[in-house]
């Protein structure tokens, strides 16, 4: 329970949530054939983090691309830490590079209809 890692590979992003220190990392392409049973082990581990979460979480988005069915399993995601800020400290870093406009519009898309912080980052190179 302490650590939930899967390596990326080229249709999925690396998922690194790691329980000792409260950080969480979603990066990489999201574009798996089937996204809710790809997200579903992350999300129930992320269920059972819920029951015993740390003061402060912090998730770090860094996604180059993902399809409509994996924007569907990060709302999911997001949904579940927003329960969890209304008793402990959450935040969320959402990185795209400086001239992806799409990948900048979808932060902006979800810090709309999630209510965490969502801090934007740009990532220069």
């Not at 979460?53 to 409509?68: D, H, W």
Request: hydrophobic letters at 35%; proline letters at 5%; charged letters at 30%.
């Amino acid at each position: 329970m302490n650590e939930f890692y899967l390596e990326a590979t080229p249709k999925t992003p690396k998922l690194h949530f790691n329980k000792e220190s409260g950080e969480f990392e979603i990066s990489g392409r999201s574009i798996p054939e089937n996204s809710i049973e790809f997200y579903k082990p992350v999300i129930n581990w992320l269920d059972n983090y819920i029951d015993n979460p740390n003061a402060n979480t912090l998730l770090v988005i860094k996604l180059e691309y993902f399809n409509t069915s994996s924007s569907k399993c990060l709302v999911e995601i997001l949904r579940r830490l927003e329960r969890l800020n209304s008793s402990h400290k959450v935040d969320v870093k959402w990185c795209y590079e400086e001239e992806d406009e799409d990948m900048q519009e979808s932060g902006e898309d979800f810090k709309e209809i999630i209510k965490l912080p969502i801090e934007m980052v740009i990532i220069s190179d």
